[in-house]
């Protein structure tokens, strides 16, 4: 990670803890007997409505682009991302992400996956304590890709076995998800942060001023 200031540093590293901690807990308890054969309990209706009403259409959130352990979006607060959203007949959400590429990503990724919602497992809930909360995962989401330059070791290609899990808090539009595509270890975590519909009507100047700002801090440390 190229990113000298410390406490830019601390902070990733306080970040990247965070969430490896998470995947590591998370495959611990899968293993254990209690977790193992703990159900997926369904939501209740009208936390369910309210994950509808709050994940429609296109948003706008911030996330960090990741290639294996290289950070492409370089920023603390990352770059804005469209996602869109399209509930499904049988409950199910599918989540889209499109002409994906940030920086000097040698790739432009297009994602598609559905996903579950359910209630936190018993260790979740240690983690989540506020009310409100759900979980939402999906696998053998969709990957396409090309590269962005014709002159590049990389091929275009198709692969099936993305992932994402998330959580959602419909009380207060608080939502935190990463996304593991499963190309060339790409991978996007859009940190906890409160969902602003409005942002939508801002996402082209905030694109330019990623750039801008993502020029400036290449400028300043040198790359």
Same mark, same amino acid.
């Given at each position: 990670?190229?990113?000298?200031?410390? &406490?830019?540093?601390?902070?990733?590293?306080?970040?990247?803890?965070?969430?490896?901690?998470?995947?590591?807990?998370?495959?611990?308890?899968?293993?254990?007997?209690?977790?193992? %054969?703990?159900?997926?309990?369904?939501?209740?209706?009208?936390?369910?409505?309210?994950?509808?009403?709050?994940?429609?259409?296109?948003?706008?959130? %911030?996330?960090?682009?990741?290639?294996?352990?290289?950070?492409?979006?370089?920023?603390?607060?990352?770059?804005?991302?469209?996602?869109?959203?399209?509930?499904? &007949? &049988?409950?199910?959400?599918?989540?889209?992400?499109?002409?994906?590429?940030?920086?000097?990503?040698?790739?432009?990724?297009?994602?598609?996956?559905?996903?579950?919602?359910?209630?936190?497992?018993?260790?979740?809930?240690?983690?989540?304590?506020?009310?409100?909360?759900?979980?939402?995962?999906?696998?053998?989401?969709?990957?396409?890709?090309?590269?962005?330059?014709?002159?590049?070791?990389?091929?275009?290609?198709?692969?099936? %076995?993305?992932?994402?899990?998330?959580?959602?808090?419909?009380?207060?539009?608080?939502?935190?998800?990463?996304?593991?595509?499963?190309?060339?270890?790409?991978?996007?975590?859009?940190?906890?942060?409160?969902?602003?519909?409005?942002?939508?009507?801002?996402?082209?100047?905030?694109?330019?001023?990623?750039?801008? &700002?993502?020029?400036?801090?290449?400028?300043?440390?040198?790359?």
């Amino acid at each position: 990670m190229n990113i000298l200031n410390f &406490d830019n540093r601390q902070t990733w590293k306080n970040i990247f803890s965070s969430v490896l901690l998470l995947l590591l807990c998370a495959g611990l308890f899968s293993c254990g007997d209690d977790e193992k %054969n703990e159900p997926e309990a369904p939501i209740e209706d009208d936390y369910f409505a309210m994950a509808q009403e709050l994940l429609q259409d296109s948003i706008v959130l %911030n996330a960090h682009a990741m290639m294996s352990i290289v950070n492409k979006t370089k920023l603390p607060t990352g770059c804005p991302l469209k996602y869109y959203f399209t509930w499904r &007949d &049988d409950g199910l959400l599918r989540i889209e992400l499109r002409n994906f590429t940030v920086g000097k990503m040698p790739l432009t990724i297009w994602f598609s996956i559905n996903v579950k919602f359910m209630q936190l497992n018993t260790w979740e809930k240690q983690e989540y304590t506020d009310e409100g909360w759900l979980k939402f995962k999906g696998e053998k989401g969709m990957t396409s890709y090309s590269p962005n330059m014709q002159e590049s070791q990389y091929e275009a290609g198709t692969g099936g %076995n993305g992932t994402v899990i998330g959580y959602l808090n419909v009380l207060t539009g608080r939502i935190e998800f990463s996304t593991e595509f499963n190309v060339m270890l790409v991978q996007a975590y859009v940190f906890e942060q409160t969902i602003d519909k409005s942002r939508i009507y801002r996402y082209d100047e905030e694109i330019r001023k990623f750039a801008q &700002d993502l020029i400036k801090w290449k400028e300043e440390h040198g790359e």
